[in-house]
């Protein structure tokens, strides 16, 4: 907005302050410094924040959270002709997220359409349209519970029907210098959706196609999977139908066709996902509760007298926790909680389910084995205990299993559980065994450190996993039936030292074929050399092992920085049978694009190598090409992104996660506008669309215009949107965006008079894009060449003024005539 627009609304707004909370008052127009001041249109200023009867397009806003734009109708009240209240309907009340024992007490007016806010107590109403917005202050006390960064489910929203098609495609080329071929590969896998309400149909999808010297072209297109998928909010859980795979923390994975009824973790806040421990105590008084880690305040609370009891701390939180308890009387109460982290372990009082049926199925959809039906859950008893367990059941197979998870506190975590199957072979074999399984973890914090035994599981000979029964159905005998797996991991930071190191070990071994080991060993450490800053050291070092071969190798690498956005690297990579030494640069050119060239030395002959990446509006580029002296050079090149198409438009756009959630944004028609969730923004196509894919599930996520990065021609009324959006949903935002010159300008009416002082100026689309101040001077922005401008005043649109093709010349004033008639002219 320019400074003589912001002085004209920052004058008129003033004014209306000065008259405090007067319902009705008249001003003194003599405080202005206007010639005409007769002429003057300042019955919008006449009361505090009066807001003329009428329908406007809001963002609402309740206590600090920002719902969707939507009409607000505001209404006179039958007891108060000359005012006006916004009219809350039941569609917004439904999504202001009301405890349920609320809303049995709410109160209508306006015929039962629109809200009685005396019926909630506290609760406050005021329009602001200035900012666009409606504020509601809603006490806490009568709302779901909300967190930072999420919404209860009454503010979900399940988006917009529409369809999408996203895509991962490489390619590939290559030469081989010493034996005089050739090769070229394409390959792509991608998901194709249709969203219809609260349901998500997908199909995953992919291809490849080989050429090679003297060999016939292979090509192959497959629908890898066929399923559909919605929300269901009420019971936070999801429900798929289709072909699915069992991911079953206690009978392992295998793919089927049927259904599945799961509890998701993402729909609960953040802070109430996954395990974490409840903090109890009781206060005297009236108390402040802090829980800190190191120092650092993780929570912060007040409390009434009497027991109090904390449970939404973060399942990221390990390790040891310090409690004060600040009573108002000025005494304290000091302990210590230990905690840990485990996958089996559930919150007090919750129970996590999944239940599925179906049938096994094979890759070309084809179904194998019997009919099964499976349950799981897992149920927190108390604040250190959990109960899990479940079953699966087919013809000719069940397994039951049963475990238990304590919170050891100083000593970590542990969860312990059995399983035993029954499995009938088609040969006529009939097996029974257990598998026995323990995990273990802690952080030591006073060392720095963390140890996880995640997995040590021994299963006897007979005892046969789901996936491992379909599998001897199939060949008619049993094959790689594990025996016995574990995995042990370490991490350790020396503070002081800069260091961190990383330790993974997993064993894996089976009653009839060969066992596989894995070492991995990682260590890193920043440090400062001379007068350059923030060396990078690091050295990783592995072993695999698996089908009686051996791969073994390390890798050591040095990186310091150069110039402000580009470091230079060394490193040397050894294994069995080769070594060899890179050098290598690496620049980010900006936050969209960066590359790599690499040189160096091998046994097989001199490498040089590189790589560019640009992160586009409408895909993710990678292209990429080496060269081996004597031996080879190929080059390649990677396309991710997607489109989206829905009734309010659609777009190209990168593609994150294939067939998750995104939202479309509308920028009303304008090209060329940088629009950003969390990550690097995208400018809209040429009809004003873009679509953003860097979006969390049940989560409240921001998109948001870069005003910074806006060319001079346009401006953004509204840069700012908050969205939470189930699993899979195309979200839909419109963000008000003006296009086009500006001017200072002068317009008359058709006698040659001036308009009444404050009259706004509106184009086609309703949008303000002007103030007039004294003698019908206005600074208009967004003019568009033959666009007809409204003006407004006295509650209604008054004249009309048509813009000529040509922009206006710079300091020449232009000068419009406004008519009332449909026949205008410039």
């Known amino acids: 907005m320019s400074q003589h627009r912001v002085w004209v609304a920052t004058t008129l707004w003033c004014i209306a302050g000065m008259a405090g909370a007067a319902e009705e008052y008249q001003f003194n127009i003599d405080v202005l410094d206007v010639k005409e001041q007769q002429s003057l249109d300042l019955s919008l200023f006449a009361r505090a924040n009066f807001i003329l009867p009428g329908q406007y397009s809001l963002v609402v806003q309740v206590n600090r959270d920002s719902l969707t734009e939507r009409p607000v109708q505001f209404i006179a009240p039958d007891d108060d002709p000359k005012g006006s209240l916004a009219c809350i309907s039941s569609a917004l009340v439904s999504e202001l997220g009301l405890k349920a024992q609320v809303l049995k007490t709410l109160a209508w007016w306006h015929g039962g359409a629109c809200l009685d806010t005396t019926s909630i107590p506290g609760m406050q109403v005021r329009g602001d349209l200035g900012a666009a917005t409606l504020h509601l202050s809603i006490p806490q006390e009568s709302l779901e519970y909300t967190a930072a960064n999420w919404d209860p489910p009454s503010r979900w929203e399940e988006g917009v029907n529409g369809v999408l098609l996203d895509y991962n495609l490489n390619a590939q080329t290559s030469d081989q210098l010493r034996n005089k071929g050739s090769s070229n590969q394409l390959s792509g896998n991608g998901t194709a959706g249709l969203n219809l309400g609260a349901w998500r149909l997908r199909a995953d999808w992919q291809a490849q196609m080989q050429q090679a010297s003297g060999q016939q072209t292979h090509r192959q297109f497959d629908w890898s999977r066929f399923y559909a998928l919605r929300a269901l909010p009420s019971l936070r859980a999801n429900l798929a139908v289709g072909e699915d795979y069992l991911n079953s923390t206690l009978f392992g994975s295998f793919r089927f066709t049927g259904a599945s009824l799961a509890t998701n973790d993402s729909m609960l806040p953040p802070n109430l996902r996954g395990?974490?421990?409840?903090?109890?105590?009781?206060?005297?008084?009236?108390?402040?509760?802090?829980?800190?880690?190191?120092?650092r305040v993780l929570y912060d609370t007040q409390v009434p007298p009497g027991p109090f009891r904390i449970q939404d701390l973060n399942d990221a939180v390990n390790g040891k926790l310090d409690v004060q308890v600040e009573e108002q009387d000025g005494s304290h109460q000091e302990f210590q909680v230990d905690t840990a982290s485990i996958p089996y372990l559930t919150r007090p009082g919750t129970v996590r389910y999944r239940l599925a049926a179906g049938k096994p199925s094979e890759w070309d959809h084809s179904l194998e084995g019997p009919a099964f039906g499976s349950g799981e859950f897992s149920w927190g008893v108390s604040n250190g205990w959990s109960l899990y367990g479940g079953s699966l059941a087919a013809k000719d197979y069940g397994s039951v299993a049963l475990g238990v998870g304590r919170d050891l506190l100083a000593f970590g975590a542990l969860s312990v559980d059995v399983t035993q199957s029954r499995a009938q072979l088609p040969q006529g074999d009939s097996l029974m065994g257990k598998s026995y399984r323990a995990s273990y973890s802690k952080r030591f914090e006073d060392y720095d450190s963390q140890v996880t035994f995640a997995g040590y599981r021994f299963s006897e000979e007979d005892f046969m996993s789901m996936n491992e029964f379909i599998d001897a159905r199939r060949s008619g005998k049993p094959i790689n039936r594990s025996k016995e797996m574990y995995t042990a991991t370490v991490s350790k930071s020396f503070r002081d030292q800069n260091i961190s190191l990383y330790l993974n070990y997993s064993h894996q071994n089976y009653w009839n074929s060969a066992p596989s080991d894995r070492y991995s060993l990682s260590l890193s450490r920043y440090f400062n050399l001379g007068n350059v800053k923030n060396v990078s050291l690091s050295l990783t070092a592995y072993r695999n092992q698996a089908y009686g071969g051996i791969d073994e190798g390390a890798y050591l690498s040095v990186s310091?920085?150069?110039?402000?956005?580009?470091?230079?690297?060394?490193?040397?990579?050894?294994?069995?049978?080769?070594?060899?030494?890179?050098?290598?640069?690496?620049?980010?050119?900006?936050?969209?694009?960066?590359y790599m060239l690499s040189a160096g030395t091998a046994k097989a002959g001199n490498t040089a190598s590189g790589y560019l990446t640009h992160d586009g509006s409408q895909a993710q580029v990678v292209a990429s090409a080496s060269y081996q002296a004597g031996q080879y050079r190929s080059?390649?090149?990677?396309?991710?992104?997607?489109?989206?198409?829905?009734?309010?438009?659609?777009?190209?756009?990168?593609?994150?996660?294939?067939?998750?959630?995104?939202?479309?944004?509308?920028?009303?028609g304008v090209p060329g506008v940088p629009v950003r969730g969390s990550g690097v923004p995208s400018r809209t196509n040429r009809f004003g669309k873009a679509v953003i894919t860097d979006v969390n599930s049940y989560y409240r996520n921001q998109a948001s215009i870069d005003l910074d990065r806006l060319d001079d021609d346009v401006e953004a009324t509204q840069s700012v949107a908050e969205f939470t959006l189930t699993e899979g949903a195309i979200g839909y935002r419109s963000f008000d965006v003006i296009a086009g010159h500006k001017a200072m300008v002068r317009v008359l009416l058709a006698d040659q008079r001036h308009p009444p002082f404050?009259?706004?100026?509106?184009?086609?689309?309703?949008?303000?894009?002007?103030?007039?101040?004294?003698?019908?001077?206005v600074y208009l922005s967004g003019m568009q060449p033959g666009a007809t401008m409204t003006l407004h005043w006295d509650g209604k649109d008054q004249c009309r003024f048509v813009l000529p093709e040509a922009p206006p010349v710079e300091d020449v004033e232009s000068q419009f005539l406004c008519r009332s008639s449909t026949d205008v002219h410039p």
């Open 560 to 594: 310091l920085p150069w110039g402000e956005r580009g470091s230079v690297s060394y490193s040397t990579t050894a294994s069995r049978n080769d070594s060899s030494h890179n050098l290598s640069y690496f620049e980010r050119q900006d936050e969209r694009n960066s």
């Open 758 to 777: 404050g009259s706004t100026v509106r184009n086609s689309r309703g949008q303000e894009t002007g103030i007039l101040s004294e003698d019908g001077l």
């Open 635 to 668: 080059a390649g090149l990677s396309v991710q992104g997607g489109a989206t198409l829905t009734p309010e438009g659609g777009a190209l756009h990168r593609s994150s996660n294939m067939g998750g959630t995104r939202l479309l944004v509308d920028t009303q």
């Open 275 to 295: 395990y974490a421990p409840e903090i109890t105590g009781v206060a005297r008084t009236n108390a402040r509760v802090v829980v800190r880690q190191l120092g």
